[in-house]
């Protein structure tokens, strides 16, 4: 599966963070993916808010197998996937935050939108199983997040010092340039 990747050929600096982000996002995908069937069993064929509710699910979805797949490809090719990524994750972070807040204090109120099948005590323990998921995702989807940041800032150090050596060490001016300086400025 996606967990066996081999990092042997040195073509990674920071495998363990790599299968973090990889277990990171199968777990969202499986709670996004619970989430839909608890929000199809309150209603086979959704009204038009719980169709947005699977939608904002399915976009869960989405942005999981894109961060698996970025992970999984080399640098040159996973970078213009980096930002897509990004922009998914906070957007449906922030929308999953808002589900979970909504259902957790008024779940009659969006049962009601819901136009549930099922008697409102059952589809309001259906809801807060549902809401704890969300809040679930919420706090993935923002581990995730900081994985990828890192990654992405691992992948840049390693591009950096392939094709310019080490800049850690490097100045950041010739002192000549600073002489020309207004007086409070030079060192």
């Known amino acids: ?99 979970s807040v909504l259902i957790f204090t008024r779940p009659s109120d969006f049962l009601n939108h819901l136009k549930s099948y099922v008697r409102e005590e059952d589809g309001v323990v259906i809801l807060k199983l549902a809401g704890g998921l969300c809040v679930v995702m919420f706090c993935l989807e923002w581990v995730v997040l900081t994985l990828a940041f890192f990654l992405n800032y691992y992948a840049y150090m390693e591009r950096k010092e392939i094709n310019g050596g080490d800049m850690r060490s490097a100045k950041v001016g010739d002192e000549e340039d600073l002489k020309n300086w207004p007086w409070p400025f030079q060192v």
């Open 1 to 99: 599966m996606g967990l066996s990747i081999d990092y042997s050929a040195g073509e990674c600096s920071h495998p363990y963070t790599h299968k973090i982000f990889i277990l990171t996002n199968y777990v969202l995908l499986g709670a996004a993916s619970s989430c839909i069937f608890l929000t199809l069993s309150l209603r086979l064929f959704p009204s038009f808010v719980g169709f947005l509710l699977i939608l904002l699910h399915i976009i869960t979805i989405v942005g999981a197998i894109s961060g698996c797949a970025a992970a999984g490809r080399s640098a040159p090719s996973a970078r213009k996937f980096y930002g897509a990524h990004m922009v998914a994750t906070v957007l449906t972070a922030i929308f999953q935050g808002s589900v």
